[in-house]
């Protein structure tokens, strides 16, 4: 390579990316596509003598492309709002992705393929672009909708789908073949992989994090948190995984963090240069005459994947209890294909396991479905409309008929008891299976490299031994886990199959323990006694063996209750990784408030927050009410409520009890404005014309305007001024509702605001209430 090659290279890469990425913007198409187009444009394919001296060096750099986006999806990743979508996101993802690979296996065949390009040809296809659909519905002021929420929550589920068959099919690439039991195997190893290396990161990302904050620099930020990336995705690497995997759960392990978004724009910048240079280095793999020769397949493959996707994630999201409406419009809103179908199509060609046609399609596909999309989602509502004014009368009845008896299911699954409190054990015993599974499958590779290297000759004897051994003291946290979560399990199933009071009569006491006891047993022999056969090769042998077994059954009876208070431990720490963000939440946003107002008034003057008690007198009043500033001076310019915060709040804005109010002034008007917000209410409020302030608890029906709408979406506060406290859904309470939260039919809220408002909601929304509680000005 000549001196300056490669600045020559990259110089022409990103200015050609800039300049025709800047009409795309101007014409409102994806950016992505505008770098496709450039890569195009100075690709070898189009010129006798390409602009571009290396090639191979550039490809090398896009790579880090895939490795920054796969970070920033996993920093992105909230595993909170993945759960409150998981069961229609699965189902749809499910359908999806199955009809769109058996579509590549048939089509396959008919163009004179393998049946392994024919899994790549699927596998592209089933993905789509996160990029796209988010942009799409942010532009079009969508994203705090119902369906906005449906349709990122299939992204993720596409994300962890794609980093997955990433894995398989480069195991495929290798091997030529499919084999489900090698794809369950490395399906298996993978799972272990992402448990292990994220269980460890959340325990050690405080410690982390707490150096990095008092670091500060953004120069050390940076380069600490691009280290990381890339020492994970080495790590995958090395265990023969892909460096996009690596480069999630680095991601996934600072998401949700207090320092998330500082990493996040930090980090944004390069992201944004090396994937654009992923996707020009795509764009110079295209090839003209492949395009125009498969013009047809292209054309016939976009309007298959709209039709496919578009149809099989509503039925999914129908299936699963969503609104037909809402499942609509979140099918419509991703039904095309984007990045990671370029990183599929891009390995298969770089494997040779598929053709440099692959690519060609992967673009043309791309460009079509993504304007189809884009016209399907700005359209949604006329269309939708059209096409349940003309959907036959039997099939309606039956959908109804489906959702009355969903509804019903779900509540009847709700109220079990026996599979409400098995979730949370059963779903800790597989968490923990993994992180066992993940220090056998570590001591097995220390012992084989100890066995294999000749530096370790002569300590061979006692370090393959000490090693196994090391690995038994670490795995009795976890086994202590899993029998302790098996004997709930066991507990529960006895109680809900002797459930009735002349059986309960029998059963109790001793007897009962016995039996729980001999169950556990069987498990114990059972499940171990198959786990050991199947594991049977990465187990150690001769004295290692015994010595590891020995050791845990020692071990584990003579020190069980200091075994079970470190593993509690382990589980706290784990644990409080995740509420370290809501913890640190709200003192950053009231510090980001207060910072705020100052930098938009720079005056010499005090700016005080204040909180606003129940009992006090100012509760229930409209801000005009107060007469504050003709009192005191002093202003109220800003208004923190369920962690918004509104400025310049209107005169007829009406406080309600632990609002925040931002007061403006001098030392001495802030002061005496404070002890007026905070004075008691002496007595109950007159009729002269400040309004009740009533807590009533609503019932939605599924009637209701509201229903399957978002907390934000429904506007209550602006049109009616009730603000929601919390939702009743069956057995389960939510207090303090994120704007995000679905309100779902059979949802009984508790909303307080003023008398009228209520009543006008009431009205408007046919909704069922119940005074719950009467307190003028009150809450």
Request: aromatic share 12%; charged share 15%.
């Given at each position: 390579m000549n001196h300056g090659s490669l600045i020559n290279d990259l110089a022409i890469v990103l200015i050609c990316a800039a300049s025709v990425s800047l009409i795309f913007q101007r014409i409102k198409l994806p950016v992505f596509l505008g770098y496709l187009v450039s890569g195009f444009l100075i690709?070898?394919?189009?010129?006798?003598?390409s602009p571009i001296h290396d090639l191979a060096t550039v490809n090398e750099l896009s790579e880090l492309g895939v490795v920054f986006l796969m970070f920033y999806i996993g920093l992105e990743f909230d595993l909170r709002r993945l759960r409150r979508v998981m069961g229609p996101a699965v189902l749809a993802v499910t359908l999806q992705t199955v009809v769109l690979l058996f579509l590549g296996a048939q089509i396959a065949p008919l163009l004179g393929w393998t049946p392994v390009q024919g899994i790549f040809l699927g596998s592209l296809l089933a993905i789509s672009s996160s990029m796209v659909t988010v942009a799409v519905l942010r532009d079009l002021g969508r994203l705090d909708k119902p369906h906005a929420q449906l349709a990122v929550g299939v992204l993720i589920l596409e994300d962890i789908l794609a980093v997955t068959l990433l894995v398989v099919l480069s195991g495929v690439a290798v091997s030529g073949a499919v084999s489900f039991f090698a794809v369950g195997k490395i399906t298996f190893f993978i799972a272990v992989f992402v448990v292990v290396t994220y269980y460890v990161g959340k325990l050690a990302a405080p410690h982390f994090l707490n150096i990095l904050n008092r670091v500060g620099s953004i120069e050390l930020i940076t380069l600490s948190v691009v280290a990381l990336m890339l020492g994970v995705s080495v790590i995958a690497m090395e265990l023969q995984f892909s460096e996009a995997l690596g480069a999630f759960l680095a991601g996934s392990i600072l998401s949700q963090t207090p320092l998330a978004h500082r990493i996040e724009n930090?980090?944004?910048?390069?992201?944004?240069?090396?994937?654009?240079?992923?996707?020009?280095?795509?764009?110079?793999?295209?090839?003209?005459?492949?395009?125009?020769?498969?013009?047809?397949?292209?054309l016939g493959l976009s309007v298959l994947v709209v039709l496919i996707k578009t149809i099989t994630v509503?039925?999914?999201?129908?299936?699963?209890?969503?609104?037909?409406?809402?499942?609509?419009?979140?099918?419509?809103?991703?039904?095309?294909?984007?990045?990671?179908?370029?990183i599929i199509a891009a390995m298969g060609q770089k494997t040779g396991v598929t053709g440099d046609g692959l690519v060609a399609v992967a673009v043309g596909?791309?460009?079509?479905?993504?304007?189809?999309?884009?016209?399907?989602?700005?359209?949604?509502?006329?269309?939708?409309?059209?096409?349940?004014?003309?959907?036959?009368?039997?099939l309606v009845t039956l959908g109804r008929f489906y959702r009355n008896f969903y509804d019903d299911v779900h509540q009847h699954i709700g109220r079990n008891y026996f599979l409400k409190l098995a979730k949370r054990p059963a779903l800790q015993i597989l968490f923990t299976f993994l992180l066992l599974n993940g220090i056998i499958l570590l001591a097995y590779m220390?012992?084989?490299?100890?066995?294999?290297?000749?530096?370790?000759?002569?300590?061979?004897?006692?370090?393959?031994?000490?090693?196994?051994?090391?690995?038994?003291?670490?795995?009795?946290?976890?086994?202590?886990?899993?029998?302790?979560?098996?004997?709930?399990?066991?507990?529960?199933?006895?109680?809900?199959?002797?459930?009735?009071?002349?059986?309960?009569?029998?059963?109790?006491?001793?007897?009962?323990?016995?039996?729980?006891?001999?169950?556990?047993?069987?498990?114990?022999?059972?499940?171990?006694?198959?786990?050991?056969?199947?594991?049977?090769?990465?187990?150690?042998?001769?004295?290692?063996?015994?010595?590891?077994?020995?050791?845990?059954?020692?071990?584990?009876?003579?020190?069980?209750?200091?075994?079970?208070?470190?593993?509690?431990?382990?589980?706290?720490?784990?644990?409080?990784?995740?509420?370290?963000?809501?913890?640190?939440?709200?003192?950053?946003?009231r510090q980001k408030t207060l910072e705020e107002i100052k930098r938009q008034y720079p005056w010499p003057v005090s700016i005080r927050d204040v909180l606003v008690k129940a009992n006090a007198a100012a509760c229930g009043k409209r801000i005009s009410d107060l007469d504050?500033?003709?009192?005191?001076?002093?202003?109220?310019?800003?208004?923190?409520?369920?962690?918004?915060?509104?400025?310049?709040p209107g005169p007829g804005t009406v406080i309600f009890p632990l609002d925040h109010l931002y007061l403006f002034g001098s030392e001495e008007e802030t002061r005496l404005a404070t002890e007026l917000l905070q004075s008691e209410r002496s007595e109950p409020a007159e009729a002269n014309g400040t309004p009740t302030f009533t807590i009533e608890t609503i019932y939605l029906d599924r009637d209701s305007e509201i229903a399957d709408k978002t907390l934000a979406g429904s506007n209550l506060r602006k049109v009616y001024g009730v603000t929601v406290l919390g939702i009743q859904r069956g057995q389960k309470r939510i207090t303090g509702p994120l704007p995000d939260e679905i309100l779902r039919p059979g949802d009984v809220l508790y909303v307080i605001g003023n008398s009228e408002g209520i009543r006008r909601f009431q009205e408007h929304h046919h909704a069922a209430s119940e005074s719950l509680e009467i307190a003028p000005t009150a809450g």
């Open positions: 690709s070898p394919n189009l010129w006798e003598e930090a980090t944004e910048p390069l992201r944004n240069i090396f994937c654009a240079v992923f996707f020009v280095a795509i764009g110079m793999l295209i090839e003209p005459h492949l395009l125009l020769t498969n013009w047809e397949l292209i509503w039925v999914g999201f129908f299936l699963a209890g969503q609104n037909p409406d809402t499942s609509f419009r979140a099918a419509v809103a991703k039904a095309q294909i984007g990045e990671f179908s370029f596909v791309s460009l079509l479905s993504t304007l189809m999309a884009l016209g399907l989602t700005v359209e949604s509502d006329v269309i939708y409309k059209k096409v349940s004014t003309r959907m036959p009368r039997g220390i012992s084989r490299y100890i066995s294999t290297h000749d530096n370790f000759a002569s300590t061979r004897i006692w370090a393959v031994p000490v090693t196994w051994w090391a690995a038994a003291l670490l795995c009795l946290p976890g086994i202590s886990s899993i029998l302790r979560n098996l004997n709930v399990m066991i507990m529960l199933l006895t109680d809900a199959l002797f459930s009735n009071s002349v059986e309960r009569q029998y059963f109790h006491g001793r007897l009962r323990n016995i039996m729980n006891a001999f169950l556990l047993a069987v498990l114990i022999v059972l499940l171990g006694g198959l786990y050991l056969s199947v594991t049977a090769q990465y187990l150690p042998g001769g004295l290692a063996l015994v010595g590891f077994f020995v050791l845990i059954v020692v071990a584990g009876v003579i020190f069980w209750k200091r075994i079970v208070n470190i593993q509690s431990r382990l589980e706290l720490l784990f644990m409080e990784s995740f509420n370290k963000r809501a913890e640190t939440e709200e003192p950053q946003r504050l500033r003709r009192q005191t001076r002093a202003s109220i310019i800003a208004l923190g409520r369920a962690g918004q915060v509104q400025y310049d």
